[in-house]
């Protein structure tokens, strides 16, 4: 029996003449006589060709749009046009039917929308193909990059009962009776009787216990789910999404911003390197996305020439300060064309405040440092100045920020005095402030959303669009 092959195996190569076997879903059956079967390795077809004449009438008719089938043939060269070579059957088995009629997916264009309706089938689009054999090249590269910097992935907990960002915005997970929950003396539901005896929720990022790693190993990263009960609907949200997140003993400032702009440039890299039939084939559809929008709203760049843009350029790396002067200067903020304008220094910058520094003014990646404290995290080590602390923000061209890091507070008293200054309890993170009493050390890291990183990498404008299964407020379907 001949051995079964990928179909980009085949494609990718000029051999003909040799018997392999091939199992996919047929995507369309034309003339009777030739079936493009598509296997999910890549988004080009393998041309079957079929005799009719030597097939069971019934087997011939179940022959439909999206129905599985093994094929054992040869390949030889093609004498049709858009195709270098095909697979002539010698014997053709289906092993799942398709109601072609019923079938969702179907020839002509489909909207974004609609294929998210029947997420659990967009997986068979070319579209959406190409996005997701994307997102598992970048997953690879994110662990590959580390490994070999000779980190170690630590698995932080799912379920916690810190709230390492101070949102409050967390869900929470119990076992209690929500119908008739047990309660205290003061009328409060007592969480003492819950599965884990205190109340707990889904984390919303694994950088304090990240933390506890470093101290230890010298350098961890994290990658995997978060959660967040934020009730935003938009292009950019999402209540569950992965998140990266080294933390590294001994590093600085300058340090962190040195690992993520190489870390950045490494997974982008690796993607164009490994992923190039993908991104063409989402630059193409980008571009003709693009061709429908005004000439004012259209994007400067192409896919593969923002990405390039990205690994061809050394980050700027400016003050927020600095930022904010150049902000206040700007025609888009004198002219009042910015919806948020920038009238002083403390202001959090927006979207569009972020994509001006980058694709207007500097017209290459930024990273924005030395933020004030008062709209940053307790956990961020102060300057001298005592205005502001040691964070980055890394901003790209049509996304705005896309990394988030700082170097952290390694003074246990300088730490105990910014938590109380901002309500956070000390005493239910003794755990963490445990890392400043025994053998502290300047440390640093830094957190990138992985559906961020697919956005930018994969050149799609919903955020729902590059997870395989969003959730969102109102939605956990499938």
């Not at 392999?20 to 060709?49: C, E, P, Y």
Request: proline share 4%.
């Amino acid at each position: 029996m001949s051995q079964r092959v990928k179909i980009k195996q085949i494609l990718s190569s000029d051999q003909t003449n040799y018997a392999v076997t091939v199992k996919g879903w047929i995507r369309t059956f034309r003339n009777n006589q030739f079936i493009a079967l598509n296997d999910g390795s890549t988004n080009n077809n393998l041309q079957i060709v079929v005799d009719p004449e030597q097939m069971d009438p019934a087997e011939f008719r179940r022959l439909t749009r999206g129905a599985a089938i093994s094929v054992t043939g040869e390949v030889i060269p093609s004498l049709g046009k858009g195709q270098k070579l095909e697979l002539k059957a010698a014997v053709l088995e289906v092993l799942g039917d398709c109601d072609a009629e019923a079938y969702p997916i179907q020839p002509q264009k489909q909207s974004l929308e609609f294929l998210r309706e029947i997420a659990h089938l967009r997986f068979r689009t070319n579209t959406f193909g190409a996005v997701f054999r994307l997102r598992h090249s970048l997953a690879f590269a994110v662990n590959q990059f580390f490994n070999d910097k000779g980190f170690v992935y630590l698995h932080t907990p799912i379920i916690t009962a810190s709230d390492a960002e101070g949102a409050g915005e967390m869900f929470r997970v119990t076992t209690l009776d929500l119908k008739n929950p047990p309660r205290n003396a003061e009328g409060e539901i007592d969480f003492k009787e819950d599965f884990f005896g205190r109340s707990t929720n889904l984390t919303v990022s694994g950088q304090l216990e990240g933390e506890l790693g470093a101290m230890a190993f010298g350098e961890i990263y994290t990658f995997g789910p978060t959660f967040r009960a934020e009730n935003s609907n938009t292009a950019r949200h999402l209540a569950e999404f992965w998140m990266i997140e080294p933390e590294m003993a001994f590093y600085d400032l300058n340090d962190n911003m040195d690992l993520a702009e190489k870390f950045i440039k490494y997974v982008i890299g690796y993607a164009l390197q490994h992923n190039r039939e993908d991104l063409d084939f989402l630059a193409q559809r980008l571009a003709d996305e693009e061709k429908q929008k005004p000439q004012q709203e259209r994007s400067e760049m192409g896919l593969i020439e923002k990405l390039e843009f990205v690994l061809n350029n050394k980050f700027e790396r400016i003050t927020y300060t600095t930022a904010i002067d150049i902000l206040k200067n700007s025609k888009p903020n004198k002219n009042k064309k910015f919806q948020y304008i920038v009238e002083e220094w403390g202001a959090d910058l927006q979207s569009e405040h972020e994509r001006y520094l980058v694709e207007k003014h500097f017209k290459k990646p930024v990273i924005l440092t030395d933020y004030p404290a008062a709209i940053k995290s307790f956990y961020m080590k102060r300057n001298d100045d005592g205005k502001t602390v040691r964070a980055m923000d890394i901003l790209f061209p049509g996304i705005g920020e896309i990394v988030g890091g700082s170097q952290r507070e390694e003074s246990y008293e300088k730490l105990v005095e910014r938590m109380k200054a901002m309500n956070v309890p000390v005493e239910e993170l003794s755990w963490y402030l445990d890392t400043r009493r025994f053998g502290t050390a300047p440390h640093s890291g830094f957190g990138l959303g992985f559906e961020r990183l697919v956005l930018f990498v994969s050149g799609m404008t919903n955020i729902r669009d590059v997870i395989p299964f969003p959730r969102t407020p109102k939605n956990a379907e499938f």
